[in-house]
């Protein structure tokens, strides 16, 4: 396979909010996962888990999506603020119906962005929320001067505003955040976002609810009735080889079920690319961008858990899901502002497992780990030869290029060609995951089995890099010219 790599031209910015994670009310993502409490066992700063914490700083995460998912469209937030004690408890009817305290609720939230140094994502309550319920939560997080709302939060201890830069208004209204129509929905947009204030010089990015997978009549409604409204518009899709009702499993899958997940995550550039193109007609400079606040592998819930919880092991087929995605996100990062891996820890696709005092890092998390270079680079051109396994994207920062590959096969070596038009000089780093069976994963037991590498299998001749690419592999390069 040969690539010619058009390397001395810029290209396309790749924002780094595509690298961005998801954390609902959902099972172990929030409680256990992420916030344990300022009581516990668990090594914490303020509620928040510190090893956590450092693993996701690690990786570079640029902003956190929360409360929800279909949790955001049931949470009203002034359940959540004032002392814990006092905070009113409330069931958590679509993840696991158990009873929820409101722990953690907007200023453990904002804790917890500042901890990671990240941005927030916050989504608002359209299903069964008030216009002004929304618009008062805006002013209590973001006002800074005297306010009922600014009032208040000084009240519960907080003196200074909150910089919000994203804000969702409602989540997957087409199903669980009130089964609405698209028609419906975006008279309601129109309406509720009018109410999202901006206090201040500091802009809302407003992400409207957007389409589930292949509607893409939701999207051309929304589009032509609310486009001038609207920064961001949603898209929500998630791979699963043996369909919605089933799913199959995490660990115990044949090569054919592999083979399916792999082709499955390729089509979301199917789904971006026409999805994109109904935007274009009505947005054209394309100023709104495309948001997959929800993409990630979903299977059925490991044997023995809550299946309300979405607990599911994270294996080296996740991380090709992943790779094959990011790299597909990068193709259309002139449309696609964000995204949002779901879920954080404990859930889905998770980047973190927890047990207690035990933290894995999943090979998901190492995919995100090696492509954290890309953040904020510039795409670079390329064209060649194909193949049916391979899948890669190549990005300019500086004077650094750097090149990621997956190779989904699961057996074999894939040898790359990459032409470049001047001369490489050096690879200044090069690293790898690559699992040695389809499951491999890492677990309390064995933490390490998946892990990043030294990868030494290049060679460069000029202007030529030729690397040698082995099967249930995902690698990064970074050159220098």
């Known amino acids: 396979m040969t690539i010619n790599i058009q390397n001395t031209k ?120 008030t216009v002004q319920e929304m618009s008062e939560w805006v002013e209590y997080i973001t006002m800074d001067g005297i306010s009922p709302m600014a009032d208040l939060r000084r009240e519960n201890g907080h003196e200074e505003a909150w910089e919000m830069k994203f804000f969702g208004v409602g989540n997957e209204n087409w199903g669980c955040g009130g089964n609405m129509r698209p028609e419906y929905y975006a008279d309601l947009y129109r309406r509720y976002q009018t109410y999202v204030r901006q206090y201040g010089d500091k802009k809302i990015y407003k992400v409207a ?8 009549h939701w999207t051309e409604t929304l589009m032509k009735n609310a486009h001038w409204l609207m920064d961001g518009l949603s898209l929500h899709y998630y791979v699963h080889p043996k369909g919605w009702e089933e799913k199959g499993s995490a660990l115990e899958f044949d090569e054919t079920e592999w083979q399916v997940t792999c082709e499955k995550a390729a089509y979301m550039d199917e ?18 961008g495309i948001i997959v606040d929800e993409w990630g592998t979903w299977f059925t819930a490991e044997p023995g858990t809550n299946p309300g919880f979405l607990y599911q092991q994270n294996t080296i087929r996740d991380a090709m899901v992943a790779a094959i995605t990011l790299n597909i996100f990068h193709k259309h990062a002139k449309r696609v502002h964000m995204a949002n891996i779901a879920q954080t820890v404990n859930v889905l696709q998770a980047m973190i497992l927890t047990d207690g005092e035990q933290m894995v890092k999943t090979p998901s998390y190492h995919v995100f780990d090696l492509y954290k270079v890309h953040q904020d680079a510039e795409t670079i051109d390329s064209h060649g030869t194909s193949s049916d396994t391979i899948t890669y994207t ?85 050159l220098v010219g």
């Open 209 to 216: 609810g957007g389409a589930n997978v292949d509607d893409y």
């Open 394 to 478: 190549i990005s300019k920062k500086e004077d650094t290029i750097h090149l990621s590959v997956c190779n989904f096969a699961t057996k074999g070596t894939e040898e790359l060609f990459f032409s470049f038009e001047t001369a490489i000089n050096e690879v200044k780093e090069a690293r790898y995951i690559v699992g040695d069976k389809m499951n491999a994963h890492n677990d309390f037991d064995h933490p390490e089995d998946v892990v990043i590498q030294d990868f030494d299998d290049y060679s460069i001749n000029d202007n030529q890099l030729t690397v040698n690419v082995p099967a249930m592999s995902v690698l990064t390069l970074s």
């Open 10 to 129: 810029s290209g396309t910015p790749i924002s780094k909010y595509i690298y961005g994670h998801f954390s609902e009310h959902l099972g172990r993502c929030i409680y256990e996962g992420l916030y344990v409490g300022e009581d516990s066992p668990i090594p914490n700063k303020n509620g928040m888990r510190t090893d956590v914490v450092e693993a996701l700083k690690n990786i570079k995460i640029p902003v956190l999506r929360w409360p929800g998912g279909c949790f955001a469209d049931e949470y009203h937030w002034k359940d959540g603020i004032g002392p814990k004690e006092n905070r009113k408890t409330m069931v958590n009817t679509h993840w696991g119906g158990v009873t929820e305290n409101n722990h953690f609720g907007t200023h453990e939230f904002f804790e917890l962005i500042k901890q990671l140094e990240c941005d927030a994502y916050v989504n608002g309550n359209v299903g069964s929320g």
């Open 271 to 288: 789904l971006l690319t026409r999805h994109s193109a109904i935007m274009d007609q009505y947005d054209p400079e394309q100023r709104v």
